[in-house]
């Protein structure tokens, strides 16, 4: 039996624009991959990893140079090696997952061997914008009980949004996002400052190339490691340099390898942490899946958007939760 590969490249427009270290974004490009055998069919969606060059247009060449081999049905595990980390992996791979589930009647949870999903606590990310304003969405996202924040480098500055977002939230738990924009002359300073501001994680603050800075580096915060950290060959590094692996589909290519990502940074006494793109409910629920066994969750890419698809994951008081009717449950195709 061989498979039917569609795919469509889709723009996301956000609700406002939105700023991290050096970028600034207003809307968002997808590509969403369809299998389908005839009966059953299974969707994916990816954003790519922009900071590679992964956009759609690279994700489609991507798929077009395998498409035989992809149509030729191969099983999760030989997709990693048809195609590469990234974002057509990731939708590839949630396609067959989501094939598979319509064919055995088994959710994507049950099939990967975890527990029935449960709610997850996620954070709520807040793009980088002026300390007032940074406050004042932190209040707007009234319900969150973990905040992120994007920081842009400048270390005087970055301080004062994160006062001014502790100011506003005293409760929360609260994480900060460098984006790579730091230097290793910067840290003690950032670092100190974030330790009285009550700042749980410091998520990558220096450039990927530059993680061996961090050999013998104590921080008194624990430092995730994002951009550093593509797909299982580089957990191996993270050990002595990072605390936690923030695993994100798009860069690994997808839940396959993010689950074995999550096994190999247990081994290795590290922190697993899951995030996103900037995506559709499409795109979140796959991670939601390997949420599950995650130690930290960054799943909000649908709050940035103007809107979403339908059926849609749900965000109630602080947590996360992406039934099957989401993506996961399977799909048969109409006779």
């Not at 301080?159 to 502790?166: D, K, M, Q, T």
Request: glycine residues 10%.
């Amino acid at each position: 039996m061989t498979l039917r590969l569609t795919y469509a490249m889709e723009t996301l427009r956000l609700a406002q624009p939105f700023r991290i270290s050096g970028l600034v974004f207003e809307t968002a490009d997808v590509l969403v991959v369809t299998l389908d055998d005839g009966t059953h069919e299974g969707r994916g969606e990816a954003a790519g990893v922009y900071y590679l060059g992964d956009d759609v247009a690279h994700m489609r060449d991507v798929l077009e140079a395998a498409r035989d081999a992809i149509e030729a049905q191969p099983s999760r595990e030989t997709l990693r090696t048809i195609l590469p980390p990234g974002g057509a992996r990731n939708a590839v791979d949630a396609a067959l997952w989501e094939l598979e589930a319509s064919r055995t009647g088994q959710p994507v949870w049950e099939l990967a061997g975890i527990g029935e999903p449960r709610p997850l606590r996620t954070t709520f990310t807040l793009g980088a914008d002026v300390p007032d304003a940074m406050a004042a969405a932190a209040c707007r996202h009234s319900k969150a009980l973990s905040i992120k924040a994007k920081l842009t480098g400048d270390v005087r500055l970055d301080l004062e949004r994160v006062a001014a977002i502790r100011d506003a939230r005293p409760d929360v738990w609260l994480g900060v996002d460098g984006n790579q924009g730091f230097s290793m002359s910067d840290l003690d300073e950032l670092i100190a400052g974030l330790v009285r501001l009550d700042v749980a994680l410091l998520e990558q603050p220096l450039a990927r190339g530059c993680e061996a800075d961090l050999d013998g580096y104590h921080a008194e915060i624990p430092i995730a490691g994002d951009e550093s950290l593509l797909s299982l060959e580089d957990v191996a590094s993270a050990k002595g340099r990072f605390d936690v692996v923030n695993i994100k589909l798009d860069k690994c290519g997808g839940l396959t390898e993010g689950l074995l990502i999550a096994a190999e940074a247990r081994r290795l006494g590290l922190g697993v942490m899951v995030g996103t793109m900037i995506g559709t409910s499409l795109a979140t629920a796959p991670g939601f899946v390997l949420g599950q066994i995650a130690d930290l969750v960054d799943l909000d890419g649908p709050t940035f958007l103007d809107g979403d698809r339908t059926p849609s994951v749900s965000y109630a008081d602080g947590h996360l939760f992406a039934g099957p009717e989401v993506w996961g449950a399977g799909r048969r195709m109409p006779s």
